[in-house]
T-cell receptor, first 113, second 111 residues
Framework: DTAVSQTPKYLVTQMGNDKSIKCEQN?????MYWYKQDSKKFLKIMFS???????INETVPNRFSPKSPDKAHLNLHINSLELGDSAVYFC????????????FGSGTRLTVV | GENVEQHPSTLSVQEGDSAVIKCTYS??????FPWYKQELGKGPQLIID???NVGEKKDQRIAVTLNKTAKHFSLHITETQPEDSAVYFC??????????WGAGTKLIIKP
């Protein structure tokens, strides 16, 4: 019954590797997001995907790329991982881009060594 | 662009007392103001929200107030309990625009 599920929950990898995090929502929402939460708990939007329109936060390195095979899935691919990429990554979804609550996944803790 | 400021960054209250967290926003077009609670090891969870046509909303021990003129909104938690300990985030948005988030408040309930 999990509304927004993301896998894996933990990911430890070496610098330079390429990795993916998967996200699926069963709420029928139209919009999905990826957030990065650093050690100070600040939530930084990375991407939002709404009706096949991708909105990218301009500060996100192009090593990060979202892939959406359908409305219920938004995966995150990361190339050439760096130490500074270590953080918790959250997937979320909402009924619309604005004026609606978000449902978050439980997070993926990425550690780059 | 829109900016949301949240205060305090850390709040420690005695169990049973009330807690208040305040946020201010910069864009008068904002019309949706949610509050999220994030427990350790979990994702943020929506606990209450308010729209600009309402001044106050309550749900059991939590309430949110909105002052559109002053462009600030607050979360009030009464009769605090240990399970209220968490990080709380405020946010603001308007039609067809994503949420703008506050920096978070770590709420500590002292037994």
């Amino acid at each position: 019954d999990t509304a927004v599920s993301q896998t894996p929950k933990y990911l430890v990898t070496q610098m330079g590797n390429d990795k993916s995090i998967k996200c699926e929502q069963n709420l029928g929402h139209d919009t999905m997001y990826w957030y990065k939460q650093d050690s100070k708990k600040f939530l930084k939007i990375m991407f939002s995907y709404n009706n096949k329109e991708l909105i990218i936060n301009e500060t996100v390195p192009n090593r990060f790329s979202p892939k959406s095979p359908d409305k219920a899935h938004l995966n995150l691919h990361i190339n050439s991982l760096e130490l500074g990429d270590s953080a918790v990554y959250f997937c979320a979804s909402s009924q619309a881009l604005g004026e609606s609550g978000y449902t978050f996944g439980s997070g993926t803790r990425l550690t780059v060594v | 662009g829109e900016n949301v400021e949240q205060h305090p960054s850390t709040l420690s209250v005695q169990e049973g007392d009330s807690a208040v967290i305040k946020c201010t926003y910069s864009d008068s077009a904002s019309n949706y103001f949610p509050w999220y609670k994030q427990e350790l090891g979990k994702g943020p969870q929506l606990i209450i929200d308010i729209r600009s046509n309402v001044g106050e909303k309550k749900d059991q021990r939590i309430a949110v107030t909105l002052n559109k003129t002053a462009k600030h909104f607050s979360l009030h938690i009464t009769e605090t309990q240990p399970e209220d300990s968490a990080v709380y985030f405020c946010a603001a948005s308007w039609s067809n625009y994503q949420l703008i988030w506050g920096a978070g408040t770590k709420l500590i309930i002292k037994p």
